[in-house]
Nanobody, 120 residues
Framework: QVHLVESGGGLVQAGGSLRLSCTAS??????MGWFRQAPGKERGFVAG????????RYADSVKGRFTISRDNDKNTVYLQMNSLKPEDTAVYYC???????????????WGQGTQVTVVS
């Protein structure tokens, strides 16, 4: 069993940056990632990272703007979000048990979510 707790969400102006953090308790040797869900839209894949950090995947909509990383000594995964746009507004969920070969596949474990709001 893995318990995930996100932090770092908030309100930011378009063009700004935020960094989300996710701390995992329990088994840490999972691929992890981030999904998001905007109001009225389906939940979607954002980014994923392998258990050792050697491989990453990104949704096309965030490539070049978002960076996922992890620190296994701290059991923590990060999502650095730069050049934020209003369309990035969503609840962001940390996940574990991601499948990087099929990144849109629903992961096994989910955090409670953190709100990110980007205003123009």
């Amino acid at each position: 069993q893995v318990h995930l707790v996100e932090s770092g969400g908030g309100l930011v102006q378009a063009g700004g940056s935020l960094r989300l953090s996710c701390t995992a308790s329990g088994r840490a040797s999972y691929a992890m990632g981030w999904f998001r869900q905007a109001p009225g839209k389906e939940r979607g894949f954002v980014a994923g990272i392998s258990w050792n950090g050697g491989s990453t995947r990104y949704a096309d909509s965030v490539k070049g703007r978002f960076t996922i990383s992890r620190d296994n000594d701290k059991n923590t995964v990060y999502l650095q979000m730069n050049s934020l746009k209003p369309e990035d507004t969503a609840v962001y969920y940390c996940t574990a048990g991601n499948n990087l070969a099929v990144p849109t596949r629903t992961p096994a474990y989910w955090g409670q979510g953190t709100q990110v709001t980007v205003v123009s």
